[in-house]
Structures are given as structure tokens and as C-alpha cells.
């Protein structure tokens, strides 16, 4: 059996966890003192409660590679392998945490780690990919090639209502923040080489939003492709973006999740973004 492994910046349907038979290795967020498992003793609407209640943005954590181990240990039974797909190592030191829990059980267990150069819901698709590969008989080193092309063809973009949790986690600097929300402008974040870049300013909310569709349909173009439209603690804008991008991109499946707990605690809530790949790589 080949077991399906990713960490909790995954985006997904709730479904798609025992549908897929995805196993997901959790993160941890941090309220002063106290540590939170989110989807354990956390979920979103505690989340925001606790944001507003302590003005503060949360520290996220990575388990350790003892915890990493004792949870593929967990998973496993004799003769099953693991396929660990995993959030961009450029942006987390999660995928290095479980390199070296993987060379740890070498001698133990037959472990592939991935890095997906992305997160989110694109975790969501790679994951399930892998698993219907899986199913029809696809070979572990075909579903990692499958995968690298995804990783190749893949399309991010977002934009975030306010800059201060991206400041406060030290994803942007204060000076950028200050100025941004000074004047008014919303950023275009992009999927650039494995990190989250800043690729556009526009001003208002609204064109921001028009902006992450059109970025979309000029970066896809006429080809067919999978769509998810993440949010944080926003579904109307969210409904709202999934409308637009039907209108202009040719989708075979589009759905619709909010953003984990790890991932909104970096970005804030107000969050949105697309993201898209082609459904055939092969061109």
C-alpha cells in the first residue's frame, strides 16, 4: 500500500482526506504560551476568536524529526511505502524536517519525499493525483514525474486584504507595510521559483481582485485545467472569484476551500487567491 502523506498548509475539501486517503502531518500554531494542533483543538472560527481576542499574530512551528518518524511509524504497516509531498522548502523548513526523519527510517520504511515547490491547494491536487495514479496501477517514479510537471505548470496568485499579518509574521518588511496600507494599495502575490513574490500593486480591493482573475486566464490561456479559489474567513469574496474565473478560464474542476490555519496565520484573514494548472501537462 502506498501511503499519501502532506502537512497541515494543505487546502482541500474535507472530503478529500478519506476519499484520497491523504495522510496529513500537522502543524502548529502558537499563542503566547500555549501550542494549538489546528484540526485537533483548533479549528478556523476559534482561530480568528483568538486573533481578536489577543491582537497578535500567532507563531507557527514545525514538528520536530522525532515527532515526524513516530507519525509515518503510525501510518504504516509492514510491506507499505510512503510518498511525503510537502510544502515549498523555500518557504518552510517542514520538507527538510522530513528528509531527515526519511533517511532516518531508511532501513525501514521505503519513503519518497517531494518537494511541491507550492502549498495550499496545491498540495491538494498533487496529493490527489498521486493517489489516482495510485489506484490505476501508476508506478511511485511515474506519479513523482507526474507530479514534477504539475510543479512546472502551476499557477498562484493571490491578494491579501491587509498586509499587517504578513509584516507581523516577517513575510514583508515594515516599511513596505506601512507604505502599502498608507496608500491604500493591495498587492498581486505571485508563485515565483518556489516563494511568494509581490508582482503587481493596484489600488482599491476590487481591482485587486479583477487582477488575480485576469492573471489567471493570461497565465492559462485557452487550456482545459483544475481550479481551486482559496479564502480566509471570506466566502463571498471567494464565491464572488470562482464566478469571474468560470467566466474566462476553460475549467474541467473548480473547488473551493479556505485556507488552513498555518497558512492564514501568515497572511490574515481576507485573503484570496486562484490557484490552476493544466489537466493535460503533456504538450
Known sequence: ????????????????????????????????????????????ARFYELVRQNSVVPKTSLPSPDQVMTF????????????????????SGTFSTVQMAARELVNEIEIYTFDSGAGSAALAFMCREARLLHRSGVSVADILRRLEEIRQKLTVVFTVDSLEFARLSGRVNTLQSALTSMLHIKPIIVLRDGLLQMAEKVRTRQRSLERVVTFVGERVGNRLVNVAVVHAADPQTADWLAKR????????????????????????????????YPVNLVE
Open 72 to 91: 509515518y511509524r503510525r501510518i504504516v504497516q509492514q510491506g507499505d511505502e510512503i510518498l511525503s509531498i510537502h510544502l515549498a522548502s523555500k518557504m
Open 1 to 44: 500500500m502506498l501511503k499519501i502523506v502532506t502537512d497541515g498548509s494543505i487546502d482541500m475539501p474535507p472530503e478529500w482526506a478519506s476519499d484520497y486517503e491523504i495522510d496529513v502531518l500537522p502543524l502548529y500554531v502558537r499563542f503566547g504560551e500555549t501550542t494549538y494542533v489546528p484540526g485537533v483543538n483548533l479549528d478556523g
Open 245 to 276: 474565473i468560470r467566466q474566462i478560464v476553460n475549467i474541467k474542476e473548480l473547488i473551493l476551500t479556505e485556507l488552513s490555519i498555518p497558512v492564514a496565520a501568515n497572511l490574515g484573514p481576507g485573503t484570496v487567491g486562484i490557484v490552476a
